[in-house]
T-cell receptor
Framework: DADVTQTPRNRITKTGKRIMLECSQT?????MYWYRQDPGLGLRLIYY???????NKGEISDGYSVSRQAQAKFSLSLESAIPNQTALYFC?????????????FGPGTRLTVL | AQTVTQSQPEMSVQEAETVTLSCTYD???????LFWYKQPPSRQMILVIR??????QNATENRFSVNFQKAAKSFSLKISDSQLGDAAMYFC????????????FGKGTRLHILP
């Protein structure tokens, strides 16, 4: 079984709809992240959380919100989707170890907003 | 602010040949990590190799090696004996050594392997 899972894998929605992308992990990591990937732009950080009570904005948080329901679950919401939020969304996790801590990525969710 | 630049949007290499992907970065930090990630058509982000800035020795993982030039802020990836399975998007990335562990990605280089 995958250590970091994302649901749904693909989603098509309409402008103005509310949508939630979910991320679950079985790695026991405290830290979780949401990234957005656009063609030609690489991955950009939307939000990150270092534990259940800690939520931080990333580089491009406008238009998004998150919820850390438990150590293992981190959800990304688009309250009112717009076409320029069409992108590939990745969840990632990491453990805090003094020094280096690798980020492990989920399989991604491809979101299309019509 | 830290930035990561990959100047080659696409590259091609003949199977079994060697190819080098370029990456430059900008930072005022002395303690940081650099990474190369591979994204095949499956979309999965796979860590290929990492380099700690305090280490002078270039990292190597099987056919993948880096040329880390700290003074020049350059971090290139060399793939030897290229295989068809190496075809993917490759991202160079940076992370500060202390504090938050946010990763800053370059825009990527798409690598084509020619049979």
């Amino acid at each position: 079984d995958a250590d970091v899972t994302q649901t749904p894998r693909n989603r098509i929605t309409k402008t103005g709809k509310r949508i939630m992308l979910e991320c679950s992990q079985t790695k026991g990591h405290d830290r979780m992240y949401w990234y957005r990937q656009d063609p030609g732009l690489g991955l950009r950080l939307i939000y990150y959380s270092f534990d259940v009570k800690d939520i931080n904005k990333g580089e491009i948080s406008d238009g998004y919100s998150v919820s850390r329901q438990a150590q293992a679950k981190f959800s990304l919401s688009l309250e009112s989707a717009i076409p320029n939020q069409t992108a590939l969304y990745f969840c990632a996790t990491s453990d805090f170890i003094a020094g280096y801590n690798e980020q492990f990525f989920g399989p991604g969710t491809r979101l299309t907003v019509l | 602010a830290q930035t990561v630049t990959q100047s080659q949007p696409e590259m091609s290499v003949q199977e079994a040949e060697t190819v080098t992907l370029s990456c430059t970065y900008d930072t005022s930090e002395s303690d940081y990590y650099l990474f190369w990630y591979k994204q095949p058509p499956s979309r999965q982000m796979i860590l290929v190799i990492r380099q700690e800035a305090y280490k002078q020795q270039n990292a190597t993982e099987n056919r993948f090696s880096v040329n880390f030039q700290k003074a020049a802020k350059s971090f290139s990836l060399k793939i030897s004996d290229s295989q068809l399975g190496d075809a993917a998007m490759y991202f160079c990335a940076y992370r500060r050594g202390r504090g938050d562990d946010k990763i800053i990605f370059g825009k990527g280089t798409r690598l084509h392997i020619l049979p």
